[in-house]
T-cell receptor, first 115, second 118 residues
Framework: DAGVIQSPRHEVTEMGQEVTLRCKPISGHDYLFWYRQTMMRGLELLIYFNNNVPIDDSGMPEDRFSAKMPNASFSTLKIQPSEPRDSAVYFCASSRRDSNTGELFFGEGSRLTVL | AQTVTQSQPEMSVQEAETVTLSCTYD???????LFWYKQPPSRQMILVIRQEAYKQQNATENRFSVNFQKAAKSFSLKISDSQLGDAAMYFCAYLKDAGGTSYGKLTFGQGTILTVHP
């Protein structure tokens, strides 16, 4: 079974540009999470979905960030406009609630550099 | 709020030797899960081992085992017979429970970089 798939793996953009990160969760998983990893702040939960519905977006830093999950197999995290402080690795993770293990399955991350 | 602390930014071990990574956490909950995740240079976070707080027995997965001290809120990872492939960043993580609105909201420690010397 394929794991969580994220794209792009690397993105370099200029300040002010729109950035869209994509994620395909593991088939059958009903939870999807977006995490951000930086040296200063470590791993932070940005937002998560249950059955495509956003449940908690309290970690989203500001209005420049938005996330959608139009169906069970696809989610996007958008930053508009991007700023240098958004440079980080963004991870998508998915899990299955009825597994009762609490385990999250992570993608390989998207490394974003905003110049 | 729950916090997870890894006091060792870096650790090193000789191949085939044993190393222990430390983790402490703060919570007022009685039911929760604890995890160790490994992040190799490829960046992907991989689950190493998990522990349910209600279980007294320490979890073991092959060469990886934990020392879970609930009263002390300590959760250390022991890697036996270390291999070069064990070199990675290791994160301790806490999950309040596996249900409700907090499901999946892992709180991570700062990470420990493990170097394995041949």
């Amino acid at each position: 079974d394929a794991g969580v798939i994220q794209s792009p793996r690397h993105e370099v953009t200029e300040m002010g540009q729109e950035v869209t990160l994509r994620c395909k969760p593991i088939s059958g998983h009903d939870y999807l999470f977006w995490y951000r990893q930086t040296m200063m702040r470590g791993l932070e939960l940005l937002i998560y979905f249950n059955n495509n519905v956003p449940i908690d977006d309290s970690g989203m830093p500001e209005d420049r960030f938005s996330a959608k999950m139009p169906n069970a197999s696809f989610s996007t995290l958008k930053i508009q406009p991007s700023e240098p402080r958004d440079s980080a690795v963004y991870f998508c993770a998915s899990s299955r609630r009825d597994s009762n293990t609490g385990e999250l399955f992570f993608g390989e991350g998207s490394r974003l550099t905003v110049l | 709020a729950q916090t997870v602390t890894q006091s060792q930014p870096e650790m090193s071990v000789q191949e085939a030797e044993t190393v222990t990574l430390s983790c402490t956490y703060d919570t007022s909950e009685s039911d929760y899960y604890l995890f160790w995740y490994k992040q190799p240079p490829s960046r992907q976070m991989i689950l190493v081992i998990r522990q349910e707080a209600y279980k007294q027995q320490n979890a073991t997965e092959n060469r990886f085992s934990v020392n879970f001290q609930k009263a002390a809120k300590s959760f250390s990872l022991k890697i036996s017979d270390s291999q070069l492939g064990d070199a990675a960043m290791y994160f301790c993580a806490y999950l309040k429970d596996a249900g409700g609105t907090s499901y999946g909201k892992l709180t991570f420690g700062q990470g420990t970089i493990l170097t394995v010397h041949p």
